[in-house]
């Protein structure tokens, strides 16, 4: 089905005739540079010769800068074709993701493929089998560490959502953590969607250093039906080297355990520990695991923008026109010499 996005346009269409008959006249120099005496009997001479040639050039001359000028006004008013109505079934899951992006992720105390890796990489490798598997899913990305960022709002382009979290840094929010912002920033971003449908995953290594309490934000958050899902990600014990041999150490010692299971139960939502990759690859299938919330169908059509076929015909005409233009000038400038030969 062929389409007018903007007919409205068409309305210019008398434009150039008002501007040809109300406009001024540019005024044309006073004096000529070069006096001929003989002028007006070159001028009467050309005119009797190829006569009818120069008419039918000055016709096509005429005719087409109408045509340019409505070719232009049908690209303006944005044609386009429309397809067939499309049906897209959503499951209605909203999933925010809130990922801790402060200096402690840093720490390599994870393993993929039995190669020991940092925290964010683990984390990155695990989200991306879990980002392809919400296909139908709104997702939504913010990342946080000093202040917290809205990366990517709820979408349903889960390839922009995958890349933005593929090409997130440590460091890139702030060293510290702010765990109450990146709640308030999901508490705003989801309090539009419906009550059963607002979920919040946090992933954090840490503790709330940078922000406001976090239990505040939570209180807020199961007051607008909004369930979070808490991971607390990091290993529990590793080696550090130092100077009498390798000591077993807790990277985890700052992880804030108490504050992320209280956010979970205030919410109706669920704590995780992910001491290792397949924990957390284990947790995420869990939360694949969620009852979707009804929502109707919704249907769209495809849309084909055509605006540059009359684009492209305005071009070819233009050229056309500057062409004749050009072998009108050559043809009388040759009329004039044979009148002048002669005389």
Do not use: C
Not at 165 to 187: C, N, Q, R, W
Not at 195 to 216: F, K, W
């Amino acid at each position: 089905m062929f389409e007018l996005q903007w007919p409205w346009v068409f309305l210019a269409l008398p434009l150039p005739w008002l501007v040809y008959r109300l406009a001024t006249p540019v005024a044309r120099s006073g004096g000529a540079a070069l006096q001929v005496p003989f002028y007006r009997e070159l001028s009467t001479a050309a005119e009797r010769t190829g006569n009818d040639q120069l008419q039918e050039k000055r016709q096509w001359k005429s005719i087409l800068p109408l045509l340019i000028w409505l070719s232009l006004l049908l690209a303006a008013a944005r044609p386009s074709w429309l397809g067939e109505p499309v049906q897209v079934a959503g499951t209605g899951r909203d999933f925010m993701m809130a990922i801790d992006l402060s200096g402690s992720m840093a720490i390599d105390d994870l393993k993929l493929d039995g190669v020991a890796v940092d925290r964010l990489t683990a984390a990155k490798d695990i989200l991306k089998e879990f980002i392809e598997r919400r296909r139908g899913d709104r997702l939504g990305l913010i990342l946080f560490g000093s202040n917290a960022y809205l990366q990517a709002p709820l979408t349903f382009d889960l390839t922009t959502v995958s890349t933005l979290m593929g090409e997130a840094e440590i460091g890139m929010a702030g060293k510290l953590t702010a765990i109450g912002d990146a709640l308030g920033l999901a508490v705003k971003n989801l309090r539009q969607r419906p009550q059963e449908n607002r979920v919040l995953v946090l992933m954090t290594d840490g503790t709330n250093t940078a922000s406001t309490e976090p239990l505040q934000v939570a209180k807020l958050a199961a007051d607008e039906h909004i369930r979070i899902y808490t991971i607390g990600l990091g290993a529990d014990e590793m080696l550090q080297p130092g100077l009498f041999g390798a000591q077993r150490v807790n990277p985890s010692a700052d992880l804030d355990e108490k504050t992320l299971k209280q956010i979970a139960e205030m919410t109706g939502g669920q704590y995780f520990r992910a001491k290792d990759t397949s924990q957390l690859e284990k947790i995420y299938g869990l939360l694949d695991q969620l009852e979707p919330a009804v929502q109707d169908e919704e249907s769209y059509r495809p849309s084909k923008a055509l605006f540059y076929w009359p684009l492209g015909i305005a071009l070819i005409l233009s050229l056309i026109l500057a062409l004749l233009r050009t072998r009108l000038m050559d043809t009388l400038r040759y009329k004039h010499g044979q009148g002048e030969h002669k005389l």
